[in-house]
């Protein structure tokens, strides 16, 4: 995926020339809807000891389709007074951050427009995280954050107040959010998404391809190791001279052993570090507006 500033301007844009009136702090929350699987797959992975790699993936795989995304901004916008409106414009920048990331070159990645019913990834490829497109859209977001902050801390009315009926119906939609991709495990992995199908075969790898999504490449003592799913895979073909985030396509030539055919670099540094940047501001902007709220709706002051 582009990172997250990168989502912020073009959805930005996108979104309100759909819906003009639509409130800037939502949809920058539409924009981090899709990847709050994936954000919070890196926690799990470092806090649960010996958690079943591959079974989470398979769940974060389903999850960040385009239906339990779109289930997830039901639960969202079930708190509001207004749900079809705060629906309409989460569902909006959650499509178009999936359409985003599917123009994007991901090796072994992709998107999920059509889950359940294919498994299919869907991905365009026009560019790396690495090129000037993304640096354009990242350096355009970062312009849409100032350029919208004054309206985006701006507290709305249409999350308050909160009633039980609708804390209800949010908890069932979480509820579902959570346990139903559960029941679709099988889909991504008979399609082999991600590979996953092929690593987790471990006896069956001997000369088939894999491909991996940004992984660690480890230069050793005795021999260079790719990191991912918990394992380290020899390397073999074109290896590197230094330490490195890399996507790779290969073959298995021995059951932890990869020959690699095809291999990009990635800057882990930017894309990190502009999405931390972008998760601030999203914070940041709704902290700001709840502050306002209690600061000055409270007082019977204007929030102008």
């Known amino acids: 995926m582009p990172n997250v500033l990168a989502h912020f301007g073009i959805q930005g844009v996108l979104t309100r020339s759909v ?10 929350l539409g924009c ?55 629906f309409g414009i989460l569902a909006a920048s959650a499509i178009f951050h999936l359409g985003l990331d599917a123009l994007q070159i991901k090796w072994a990645n992709g998107v999920h427009f059509f889950a359940p019913l294919s498994w299919e990834l869907f991905n365009v490829g026009l560019f790396w995280p690495e090129s000037w497109p993304t640096y354009l859209l990242t350096g355009f977001g970062l312009g849409y954050v100032v350029w919208s902050w ?3 801390i701006k507290i709305q009315s249409y999350y308050r107040p909160l009633s039980i009926k609708r804390l209800g119906l949010c908890l069932g939609l979480l509820i579902v959010y ?33 491909e991996f999504d940004r992984k660690l490449y480890v230069k050793g003592s005795t021999g260079d190791v790719l990191k991912g799913f918990g394992e380290e895979f020899n390397v073999r073909g074109q290896t590197l001279d230094h330490q490195a985030t890399v996507s790779i396509r290969g073959r298995f030539v021995e059951l932890d052993t990869i020959e690699f055919l095809d291999v990009h670099e990635h800057v882990s540094w930017f894309r990190d570090w502009s999405s931390y ?19 000055y709706a409270e007082r019977g002051k204007s929030l102008e």
């Open 32 to 86: 981090v809807l899709p990847d709050l699987p994936w954000i919070l797959q890196r926690a799990a992975l470092s806090i649960v000891p010996g958690i079943d790699p591959y079974t989470l993936r398979l769940y974060v795989i389903v999850q960040a389709s385009l239906f339990m995304t779109l289930l997830l901004c039901g639960a969202v916008a079930s708190l509001s007074t207004t749900p079809g409106s705060i």
């Open 277 to 295: 940047l972008g998760l601030l501001a999203l914070i940041g902007m709704w902290a700001m507006a709840g502050w306002r709220y209690y600061h």
């Open 150 to 152: 004054k309206s985006a």
């Open 19 to 28: 819906i003009p009136s639509a409130d800037p702090k939502l949809i920058s």
């Open 178 to 210: 959570v346990i139903s991709p559960l029941v679709f495990l099988d889909g991504p992995l008979i399609a082999d998404n991600h590979f996953v199908n092929t690593l987790k075969t471990k006896r069956e790898r001997v000369g088939r391809p894999v």
